[in-house]
């Protein structure tokens, strides 16, 4: 284990993100892209190697990363042990360095009465470091099996799956239907939180070892799914969850009410494309934005909301303010429901001077003005009784608006590809599959990650992607 008694003399430092005032005028990363290796030593030695360790199972990382390994490694100076330690239950720590919530803090052992080692900054420091340093070079696959596999959509589960299965020596093209590769890691989570350099970086890697991309390919529509079994050993859909959850009140088809991940993509796209967001009807310049529903999507509207200079934002929330503390009801080692500050909500209180969030509201119809635009919003403030949503009266309220963007999560996968395939569907319109073994209801046809579980995170999809492509090679071993 790390240092014995590191836990009882070293404080939980993390480390910090660029200023605010200085990172919302652009849209780098939030990280300083420094890494103080002595610092993160010292975390590391904050390790208990305790007998179970729940942060790598469990409640905590979806992966199994070998956290109290690395954690020691690097308490010891061993980076490049601890990368090797790293890769091998990760495929792509450099995307979940950044992007992950961290289950595995809200299940650390010494979370219990302490606060957590800082694995996730650990993680990315070690992977960073082992760009950094040249330690991560392709991985030349010698010897192909001959054997050929599909896999529909770009994101983390499809990378996965394709760096896995390449690497088992089959041959592995992915088709995207976007002009860019990489799911929502490309187009969804913003550049501020995902550097879009470093998702090529990792995409260029898988290139070179083998992976063959191909994007304006919508599988179902453009190119059918009869053709790629002619083609294809095995096929492996990983399409997202990408129906966005929708909000029929009355005027919502006013104009300046869009879905997040319309607003963000054609700000994202923009930027790549031509060096600046978005200029017309998905700016938020000078506008009063109201973001309805929270989680990463409310807050990465934010945070690109304020970098576009909206006038103010504000952001419509359900449900009741969490608790500062774990409630009695979520205990540890489960992932701790509490109130957090992440960076737009931070951003938005250094620019407009409070917290952007109101919570218990319910948004009962839109308002437009002539030209059918829309003008405001009219809520009503809302409790919970046993589980029962209660309207209070007299609280009805209108919010001046121009700008509404809908943030409230995804209800499944879209369903030309499925219908195409003539795969069933559960009981929630995803992809039907048992976690395990990722066969839909046709043979030879896979599928993983959120168009089969529905809307998750990054880690889950990773997990998903490796494990499809163990079934997918246990399939192409009977054939
Ligand atoms: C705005 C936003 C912010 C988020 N922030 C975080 C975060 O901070 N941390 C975190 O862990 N998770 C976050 N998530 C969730 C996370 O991004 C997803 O859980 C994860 O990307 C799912 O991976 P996936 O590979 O299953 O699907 P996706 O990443 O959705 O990729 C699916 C791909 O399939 C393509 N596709 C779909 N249909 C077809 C077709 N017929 N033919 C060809 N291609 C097709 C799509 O174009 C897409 O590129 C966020 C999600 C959103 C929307
Ligand atoms: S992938 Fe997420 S849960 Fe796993 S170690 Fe990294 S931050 Fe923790």
Redesign the pocket.
């Known amino acids: 284990m790390g240092k014995v008694t590191g836990f009882l003399e070293l404080d939980r430092e993390i480390e910090p993100y660029r200023d605010v005032e200085i990172r919302i005028k652009d849209y780098d990363e939030i990280f300083t892209g420094i890494h103080d290796s002595e610092k993160l030593q010292q975390q590391g030695a904050r390790c208990m190697d305790c007998g179970v360790p729940f942060c790598q199972s469990a409640d905590g990382c979806p992966v199994d990363n070998l956290i109290p390994e690395w954690n020691d490694l690097v308490y010891n100076d061993s980076w490049r042990d601890a990368l090797e330690r790293l890769h091998k239950t990760n495929n792509f720590p450099e995307f979940t360095g950044r992007?992950?919530?961290a289950p595995c803090e809200g299940a650390c052992v010494l979370g219990m009465n302490n606060p957590a080692v800082t694995i996730k900054n650990i993680e990315q420091s070690i992977v960073d470091k082992g760009f950094d340093e040249g330690w991560i070079s392709p991985r030349k696959v010698s010897d192909y099996s001959g054997k050929k596999v599909a896999i529909?959509?770009?994101?983390?589960?499809?990378l996965a799956a394709a760096d896995e299965l390449n690497q088992m020596g089959h041959s592995v093209a992915v088709?995207?239907?976007?002009d860019r590769i990489?799911?929502?890691?490309m187009y969804?989570?913003p550049n501020m939180?995902l550097g879009k350099d470093v998702v090529n970086r990792r995409i260029d890697l898988l290139r070179s070892e083998g992976v063959e991309f191909i994007t304006n390919?919508?599988?179902?529509?453009d190119l059918m799914v009869e053709e790629l079994r002619t083609k294809f050993d095995a096929i492996v859909f990983?399409?997202?969850?990408?129906k966005a959850r929708d909000l029929p009140a009355e005027n919502r088809e006013a104009k300046g009410i869009y879905p997040?991940?319309e607003y963000?993509k054609e700000n994202y796209k923009s930027l790549l494309d031509h060096g600046d967001v978005n200029k017309d009807q998905f700016s938020a310049k000078n506008k009063d934005v109201v973001v309805i529903g929270g989680g990463?999507?409310g807050t990465?509207c934010i945070g690109t909301a304020l970098r576009q200079g909206a006038k103010s934002i504000v952001n419509f929330e359900l449900m009741n303010k969490p608790p500062l503390d774990r409630a009695e009801k979520n205990p540890w080692p489960e992932w701790p429901i509490i109130y957090r500050v992440d960076y737009g909500h931070e951003e938005a209180t250094s620019v407009y001077g409070k917290d952007p969030r109101r919570y218990q509201l319910l948004t009962k119809s839109f308002i437009k003005d002539k030209e059918g635009n829309v003008s405001g919003i009219k809520t009503v403030n809302v409790e919970f009784e046993n589980g029962q949503l209660n309207e209070i009266t007299n609280t009805e309220k209108i919010w001046d608006t121009q700008l509404v963007l809908l943030s409230m999560g995804f209800v499944s996968p879209?369903h030309?590809?499925s219908d195409d395939a003539e795969i069933e569907l559960d009981e929630r319109g995803n992809y039907k599959a048992e976690y395990g073994n990722f066969c839909t209801s046709k043979q030879g046809i896979f599928c993983a990650?959120?168009?089969r579980r529905g809307?998750?995170?990054?880690?889950?999809?990773i997990n998903e992607g490796r494990g499809v492509a163990k079934s997918v090679d246990s399939y192409l071993e009977t054939l």
């Open positions: 992007v992950c919530p529909v959509g770009s994101g983390p589960a499809g088709y995207e239907r976007s990489g799911g929502l890691l969804g989570i939180k390919a919508n599988i179902g529509r990983t399409t997202g969850s990408t997040a991940m963000l990463d999507t990465d879209e030309y590809l990650g959120d168009c809307q998750s995170l990054v880690v889950w999809a």
